[in-house]
């Protein structure tokens, strides 16, 4: 039998919320807050990548009032205004949550609740295993064999019927008459004064439900709870229509329009960028592999020849050159790579024993590109073109017509910099995760030289390739 497919629907009000209080202190570039919507992706993204959810959305309270509010003028009349630093991040989360490939549902005069439960109940009438994902217990009166809550705080807690039964005492569909007694302060839901949740639960499971209960309140035992009970039932008939959750509010179930299709690499970059979030940034950044590019291995002499004469007739390249270790000045060359164009470059590879299979001898390679790295009307443009230069005159080639060099043009700009990095140069000004020498070699004990990367593996020159050519 196969399994049916699951619909996560996330509570996108609550989490954000959470989010907001977890977190604080974060601001982004300009110094406005963003630690709500850097919670809330958090939370998603370890939801996604956990999870691989094949169906999602979201939903959000609305601003406005809802049939709530008819039923009882009051309500949510004690809730504190919105702080105005997480107002403001809504449009962020919002934003995140699209960008994230996850659709978002709402539905006027409905609360966000409402609309979950909706969805839940007409997908699992279609078969759905549904997932709501909150850390609200008001959703525990939706669960049963085919909708469970998901609280994704810490590792995440799934909830079936018997979980719900083993954390409250009660069964899900007796949640609603539980909140109907304990009430809630913070959305003014009245309840039954001197009952809180314990009281509540104990009652409910003695009684079976709400209204039995209020039949027999004169045989309650506690004074305090008769007495409030008696006092105070339609108050607490009107509680549990507050805390009820309606299944039934206009908005339809379409398993298309939930089905998750991967997130917009460009979209979270820019949303990313804007916020100020370094490590997504870095990692939904453009790379040599999802932007286009003309990358070409130029491996013969007389392919270097070409070259040459291509470099003269362009009369203004970019170049970098390979040592045989990253950081080393006293070692051989292991490639040199030149670019006419954003995202053009063209790699040459050296060979000489230096570990490759092929390659161009250094001799013959730098024969051919003399007279063009000497040629002071050719302009040259690079990063840290000092460590090039002295490279190449180990060699017998004295590079003549520098123009730019960005290691100096970054130090100009912002001298405090602690490293003047061409990758971190390249992500900051032109939106591209460039690979570093870490990315190639490796890292620590383990790391090798870049003599020892075949050059058919392929990083070792899109690495050089990157730093001539990074747009």
């Known amino acids: 039998m196969s399994t049916p497919p699951r619909l996560y629907l996330i509570d996108g009000s609550s989490q954000m919320y959470r989010a907001y209080h977890a977190i604080r202190g974060l601001t982004g570039p300009d110094g406005k807050s963003t630690n709500a919507v850097y919670g809330f992706v958090t939370m998603l993204r370890k939801l996604m990548n956990e999870q691989q959810p094949q169906y999602i959305a979201a939903s959000f309270d609305l601003a406005g009032p809802t049939f709530r509010s008819e039923l009882a003028t009051d309500y949510k009349a004690n809730r504190a205004p919105m702080p105005g630093d997480l107002a403001e991040q809504i449009p962020w989360v919002h934003e995140a949550c699209e960008a994230l490939g996850v659709p978002i549902l709402t539905s006027r005069r409905y609360e966000a609740d409402d609309v979950i439960g909706t969805l839940a109940t007409k997908a699992a009438a279609q078969g759905f295993e549904v997932a709501i994902v909150t850390g609200d217990k008001d959703f525990f009166q939706l669960v049963h064999d085919g909708i469970k809550v998901y609280n994704p705080k810490d590792e995440g807690t799934w909830y079936d019927a018997a979980a719900v039964k083993e954390k409250f005492g009660v069964t899900p569909a007796q949640i609603v008459d539980v909140l109907a007694l304990m009430g809630d302060s913070i959305d003014n839901i009245k309840g039954v004064p001197g009952i809180g949740e314990k009281g509540a639960r104990d009652l409910i499971a003695a009684y079976g439900g709400l209204e039995a209960l209020l039949a027999h309140a004169g045989d309650v035992t506690n004074k305090r709870y008769r007495e409030g009970l008696l006092a105070h039932a339609e108050d607490a008939r009107q509680s549990r229509a507050l805390a009820r959750i309606h299944t039934d509010c206009p908005v339809e179930f379409e398993p298309d329009a939930v089905r998750y299709h991967g997130v917009s690499q460009q979209r979270c970059f820019e949303l990313f960028s804007r916020l100020g979030f370094r490590s997504l940034v870095m990692e939904f950044a453009p790379t040599a592999q999802t932007v286009g590019k003309d990358y070409t291995i130029v491996d013969t002499p007389d392919a270097v020849r070409a070259l040459a004469a291509d470099l003269r007739q362009a009369g203004r390249f970019a ?119 870490e990315d190639v070699c490796g890292r620590g004990a383990k790391s090798v030289s870049f003599s020892q990367i075949p050059v058919q593996a392929g990083k070792i020159s899109r690495r050089c390739t990157n730093s001539s050519s990074t747009p």
């Open 319 to 437: 170049l970098r050159v390979l040592p045989d270790a990253p950081g080393a000045m006293r070692t051989g060359i292991v490639g040199l790579s030149f670019s006419t164009g954003a995202r053009q470059a063209r790699y040459v590879p050296i060979g000489g024993g230096l570990g490759f299979d092929g390659g161009v001898d250094v001799r013959d390679a730098l024969d051919a590109l003399r007279p063009v790295l000497e040629d002071g009307a050719v302009r040259k443009i690079g990063h840290d073109l000092k460590f090039d230069a002295i490279l190449l005159a180990r060699h017998g080639v004295v590079l003549q017509g520098l123009e730019t060099d960005t290691m100096l043009a970054s130090y100009l700009i912002d001298a405090t910099r602690s490293e003047h990095r061409l990758e971190d140069l390249a992500l900051e000004h032109a939106g591209y995760k460039a690979l570093t020498e």
